[in-house]
T-cell receptor
Framework: ETGVTQTPRHLVMGMTNKKSLKCEQH?????MYWYKQSAKKPLELMFV???????ENNSVPSRFSPECPNSSHLFLHLHTLQPEDSALYLC?????????????FGPGTRLTVL | GESVGLHLPTLSVQEGDNSIINCAYS??????FIWYKQESGKGPQFIID?????DKRQGQRVTVLLNKTVKHLSLQIAATQPGDSAVYFC??????????FGKGITLSVRP
């Protein structure tokens, strides 16, 4: 257990559905991240939050909408996704947004878009 | 653009042998490097890290070597065990604090 939990672990949705991914960290960290992991590709950083404020949007399409209500929780709202959005979505947290800070990852949500 | 990459997609080793996983990076300004291990169905798990002012760091059964001259990072696993079978990622970060990951290499341990 890394102290970062994600729900659901698996999600299948149609292109017209709206769903949300949830991440919670129990480590007292102040920075949280969303990554996308596709087969045969490096992990892609999507969003970064530091003390609940978004500091990075890595050119992510607007059909992905993040929300960070507090430093412990991070959501990724999904709507009108495409089949190519099928991937493992990983949440991570770190003590702070700084160079020498290890990121702790959750187990991910395996998303399939039909 | 800047990238972090791994030389080989898969590595197969005999149980008990030492494993060496290599990684090349292109950003000479990278200041911090991490090795992650990802087992099936799990998220990446931190193994060991090294700062750019060091060239070697040892952990329990693992050693990371950094050669800044050729921008090369390696992970050595001593006495490889079946539980070491996983995908291994190198990652680097610089002043922007963003981790950049390599593609990953699969380590398979033969009994």
């Amino acid at each position: 257990e890394t102290g970062v939990t994600q729900t659901p672990r698996h999600l299948v949705m149609g292109m017209t559905n709206k769903k949300s991914l949830k991440c919670e960290q129990h480590l007292g960290h102040n920075a949280m991240y969303w990554y996308k992991q596709s087969a045969k590709k490096p992990l892609e950083l999507m969003f970064v939050y530091n003390f609940k404020e978004q500091t990075e949007n890595n050119s992510v399409p607007s059909r992905f909408s993040p929300e960070c209500p507090n430093s412990s929780h991070l959501f990724l709202h999904l709507h009108t996704l495409q089949p190519e959005d099928s991937a493992l979505y990983l949440c991570a947290s770190s003590q702070r947004l700084a160079v020498y800070n290890e990121q702790f990852f959750g187990p991910g949500t395996r998303l399939t878009v039909l | 653009g800047e990238s972090v990459g791994l030389h080989l997609p898969t590595l197969s080793v005999q149980e008990g042998d030492n494993s060496i996983i290599n990684c090349a990076y292109s950003n000479s300004a990278s200041d911090y490097f991490i090795w992650y291990k990802q087992e099936s169905g799990k998220g990446p798990q931190f193994i060991i890290d090294i700062r750019s002012n060091m060239d070697k760091r040892q952990g329990q059964r693992v050693t990371v070597l950094l050669n800044k001259t050729v921008k090369h990072l390696s992970l050595q696993i001593a006495a490889t065990q079946p539980g070491d079978s996983a995908v291994y990622f190198c990652a680097e970060t610089g002043a922007n604090s963003k981790l950049t990951f390599g593609k990953g290499i699969t380590l398979s341990v033969r009994p």
